[in-house]
Every structure is written in C-alpha cells, then in structure tokens.
C-alpha cells in the first residue's frame, strides 16, 4: 500500500525559511518521480518542484528560492523553502508519480505572514 506522510508545515513570518518533508512507503521509491504540489484557498492545486531521473523542475514562482531533493536510502523527500512570500501560504501535499498514477499526501499547512 502506497503512503506519503507530509511534516514541516507552520506559521512563518515573510522571508523566513521552511522545511518540508515527505515519508514514503509501499512502493519502490527510487526509480520513481517525486514531486511537491500546494494549493490555496480558491485556486487550482499547482506543482511546486519536482524530481526524478537526476531532473529537477520548479515552477517560476519558486525558482532560485526552493529547492526539492531525495535520499533514495530513507524513502524521503524534502522542500527547503527559502525567502518565503505571503503568496506562498497554501496546503503543501507531496506526491509520488507510479506508472502514470499519482499517490498524494494529506497535505501540511504552510502559512507565511507577519
């Protein structure tokens, strides 16, 4: 049975750091795409960073100020949010991509504001 577990979420003043991370079990992590999606209130979930076969992709909103990364041994991946911006306050759920179906998380609340 697929599982991802999301920590790391909270509240955070603007400019602050983060970090998230995603525990993953039930299936075989490293030959898989990772990857971290948010959602705010009243918009579409959109992707945030995304991992796999030595790629990295961000979305512009994040480039140069997140950073995604995986250690294949622990079955986990993390989200170093860096110069964090009102407009990133969203529900961050992780995500693993297994044959073209995605496997997603609960989500974590990240809240930046003063």
């Known amino acids: 049975q697929v599982q991802l577990v999301e920590s790391g979420g909270g509240l955070v003043q603007p400019g602050g750091s983060l970090r998230l991370s995603c525990a993953t079990s039930g299936f075989r992590f490293s030959i898989y795409p990772v990857a971290w999606y948010r959602q705010a209130p009243g918009k579409q979930r959109e992707l945030v960073a995304r991992?796999?076969?030595?790629?990295?992709n961000y979305a512009d909103s994040v480039k140069g100020r997140f950073a995604i990364s995986r250690d294949n041994a622990k079955s986990t991946f993390t989200l170093q949010m860096n110069s964090l911006k009102p407009e990133d306050t969203a529900v961050y759920y992780c995500c693993a991509v297994l044959s073209g179906n995605n496997y997603w998380g609960s989500g974590t609340q990240v809240t930046v504001s003063s």
């Open positions: 991992i796999g076969g030595g790629i990295t």
